[in-house]
């Protein structure tokens, strides 16, 4: 059996990531589920939602949340509680793939690939030039002029 992956987040992250996953997992879409919070939504509403998006299963759920400490966060914690479940906050879409692509294996195992996915997918992929720099380029005509 799979670990079902969920991601409660900001909305719109939550669908938007799953929409994502989708497009390169298109056989996960039992398996990758999406519950947005939104500004205006108790928590209480909110754990309510992601309770009967979940169900009465027993399969083992990794819950993927976007801000350690916010409203999604907090949710995901009582979610979770009680079950065969893992919380992992900062999700991004390296993390969620990571998952999806191994989620036929134990839940802690799919835990820590997605921390690793999330973690080995952001880079820096090119440097930006720096910003308000007095350099000189090798062809100015002004040769008296030295920068201390």
Same mark, same amino acid.
């Given at each position: 059996?799979?670990?079902?992956?969920?991601?409660?987040?900001?909305?719109?992250? @939550?669908?938007?990531?799953?929409?994502?996953?989708?497009?390169? $997992?298109?056989?996960?879409?039992?398996?990758?589920? @999406?519950?947005?919070?939104?500004?205006?939504?108790? /928590?209480?509403?909110?754990?309510?939602?992601?309770?009967?998006?979940?169900?009465?299963?027993?399969?083992? =759920?990794?819950?993927?949340?976007? =801000? $350690? +400490?916010?409203?999604?966060?907090?949710?995901?914690?009582?979610?979770?509680? +009680?079950?065969?479940?893992?919380?992992?906050?900062?999700?991004?879409? /390296?993390?969620?793939?990571?998952?999806?692509?191994?989620?036929?294996?134990?839940?802690?195992?799919?835990?820590?690939?997605?921390?690793?996915? +999330?973690?080995?997918?952001?880079?820096?992929?090119?440097?930006? /030039?720096?910003?308000?720099?007095? $350099?000189?380029? $090798?062809?100015?005509?002004?040769?008296?002029?030295?920068?201390?």
């Amino acid at each position: 059996m799979n670990t079902r992956i969920l991601l409660i987040t900001h909305a719109p992250l @939550a669908q938007a990531l799953r929409e994502c996953a989708l497009h390169v $997992f298109a056989d996960s879409a039992d398996d990758v589920l @999406a519950l947005d919070i939104y500004a205006d939504e108790s /928590p209480e509403d909110s754990l309510a939602r992601a309770s009967a998006l979940l169900g009465d299963s027993a399969a083992s =759920v990794l819950v993927l949340t976007d =801000v $350690f +400490g916010a409203t999604p966060c907090n949710v995901a914690q009582r979610l979770v509680a +009680g079950r065969a479940a893992q919380l992992v906050a900062g999700v991004n879409l /390296p993390m969620l793939l990571r998952a999806v692509s191994y989620r036929h294996e134990t839940l802690d195992a799919v835990a820590a690939r997605a921390v690793v996915g +999330g973690i080995q997918g952001v880079m820096a992929v090119a440097a930006a /030039p720096l910003q308000n720099q007095n $350099f000189r380029s $090798f062809h100015d005509q002004d040769h008296h002029h030295h920068q201390q």
